[in-house]
């Protein structure tokens, strides 16, 4: 039992689990930003650019003709509303959209960070000159040793 107790104990707060439910927490944060800026800035946008009413495409199933989707619901027809469906389309592809944007800005901001490291890395300090007699640490352009004051060859 004790076994059991310390298996779940691993499964519960070791590694995946947590990891999945930052990723959780921190994606459904990131959802609200992602809605909100599909619903409060592109739609209104594409409201202005598209004046077609998706959601009052709708065929009712008993043949009758109606005035809107809430008549028909109202009048009890069954309704084919595929207003919403495409609707629901246009949503996803924003979505969609939308995220392809902000993973492109992450990446390539990640690539500029990248880019900056590896050139750090690449002029690393160059080794210092050494005395050829004593082996200290001297100026690239000195001519005498300060250290053993020996006359240094001209490299
Ligand atoms: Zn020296």
């Known amino acids: 039992m004790k076994k059991l107790f310390d298996e779940f104990k691993t499964f519960a707060f070791k590694g995946n689990v947590l990891d999945m439910a930052v990723g959780v927490i921190i994606g459904g944060a990131f959802g609200a930003i992602v809605s909100s800026l599909i619903n409060d800035v592109l739609m209104p946008l594409i409201g202005k650019l598209i004046t077609v009413d998706f959601s009052q495409w709708f065929v009712a199933l008993d043949g009758n003709k109606y005035a809107s989707v809430e008549a028909a619901t109202e009048a009890g027809a069954a309704v ?10 246009i949503y996803f592809l924003l979505v969609a959209l939308c995220i392809f944007f902000v993973v492109k800005a992450v990446n390539t901001a990640r690539k500029k960070a990248e880019d900056l490291k590896k050139k750090e890395e690449v002029a690393p300090a160059k080794a210092p000159r050494l005395c050829p007699f004593c082996f200290s640490e001297i100026h690239d352009d000195a001519t005498r040793c300060p250290h053993c004051t020996s006359e240094l060859p001209k490299e």
């Open 80 to 89: 084919l509303n595929f207003g919403s469906f495409v609707s629901a389309i």
